[in-house]
């Protein structure tokens, strides 16, 4: 349906409230192909339970360019593509195209009526009642698409405490953390939990073999003589998109990268340690299980690197324009 068509379909006799734009809900939201009243979209109590135990996501973020004329969401296509590997991994029919998912985000951003940064959540769970534990695979499927405003923390200074947590981070041999399943935060859960019980902000989690993976919702690097160093792909962790995008920005300033195992006390010996992800973006931490982290302060590297991803983001950026994908704002074309 398109976004005439859906603000002209609303049922007036429908009793359920609009968004509440004071909590970030949006009027709008996309399920199996429609865009419906937020208050609408409900499901049965049966809905919820095992279905959630094999559904995947992904959160997308859409930046208000610099010069305030246009939304950008930030490679779309790439979260569209890692969406389908997670639904592959886990077993799910996911019933939408790349292409038509990208229409679904476009339109329920244009509806929604946002003209600042927006965060962007799709995501597939098997349909109707389920009280099967073991979810069959193919089973039909749901796809919604959520949104909602975030404040973003690239223009700031903001860094965090990260302690290394003794939850051990699920591995590919168990649940793997290549796939976004919303099962697998059960996991970075207990360590956040952890994390905070005893005074820190972030955990950072090591896996099977002990070796550094990642957060709970990001991944993690370490700067050392001037190298950034970042576990590899097959260390337990989800393939990142901001991960990626801060590989390609450190080659294009030239600072070298190295993708291999890191030790838990390499932690305690780098010059800078950050998150990246793209809810938490670009974050610093400063002290790793109370030892602080080179000078106990947000270090040059991830701070020039904070400011080249907010270049990139909101349209300054001189390359890799492939990775926006513009919504012009009214009387912004
Ligand atoms: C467990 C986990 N690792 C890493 C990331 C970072 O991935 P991305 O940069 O694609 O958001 C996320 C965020 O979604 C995450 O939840």
């Known amino acids: ?26 009027e709008w939201i996309w399920r199996n192909g429609s865009l419906i009243p ?3 979209a409900r499901v049965h109590v049966n809905a919820v339970g095992h279905a959630s135990v ?28 890692r969406l389908a590997r997670s639904a592959r991994i886990c077993r799910l029919d996911l019933p939408y195209t790349r292409e038509r998912l990208r229409a679904a985000v476009l339109d329920l951003l244009r509806i929604n009526g946002y003209a600042e940064d927006v965060y962007i959540r799709p995501w597939v769970f098997p349909s109707g009642v389920i009280r099967e534990q073991m979810v069959p695979a193919g089973t039909r499927c749901d796809v919604v698409v959520d949104t909602w ?33 919303f099962s697998n935060y059960h996991n970075g859960r207990l360590a956040l939990i952890e994390a905070r019980e005893n005074g820190y902000d972030w955990p950072i989690m090591l ?3 002990f070796k550094v993976s990642e957060g709970p919702a990001a991944c993690v690097a ?14 337990g962790l989800l393939e990142s998109i901001t991960r990626d995008t801060v590989l390609a920005l450190a080659a294009g300033m030239g600072i070298p990268v190295q993708e291999r195992e ?15 992800g793209t809810a938490w973006e670009i974050l610093p931490v400063t002290s790793v299980d109370r030892l602080s982290v080179g000078a106990g302060r947000v270090g040059p590297i991830a701070s020039l690197l904070r400011t ?25 074309e």
């Open 308 to 332: 080249e991803y907010d270049r990139l983001v909101r349209g300054r950026a001189d390359h890799h324009g492939e990775w926006l994908t513009e919504l012009p704002l009214p009387g912004g």
């Open 149 to 181: 405003p975030f404040r973003s923390g690239l223009s700031g200074g903001d860094s965090c405490r990260a302690t290394v947590s003794s939850w051990i981070r699920v591995g590919d041999a168990s649940a793997p953390p290549r796939a976004k399943a």
């Open 222 to 235: 370490i700067v050392r003589d001037g190298t950034i160093i970042t576990p590899s792909l097959t260390s």
């Open 1 to 26: 349906m398109s976004v005439e068509a859906a603000r002209q379909h609303r049922d007036p006799r429908s009793s359920a409230p609009l968004g509440d734009p004071e909590f970030g809900n949006p």
């Open 262 to 276: 890191v030790d838990r006390s390499e932690l305690y010996l780098a010059d800078e340690i950050f998150f990246m």
């Open 207 to 209: 896996n099977e073999r």
């Open 38 to 40: 937020w208050a609408d």
């Open 54 to 81: 094999s559904a995947v996501f992904e959160g997308v973020k859409a930046y208000l360019s610099a010069d305030g004329t246009r939304l950008l969401a930030f490679r779309l296509d790439d979260h569209l593509d």
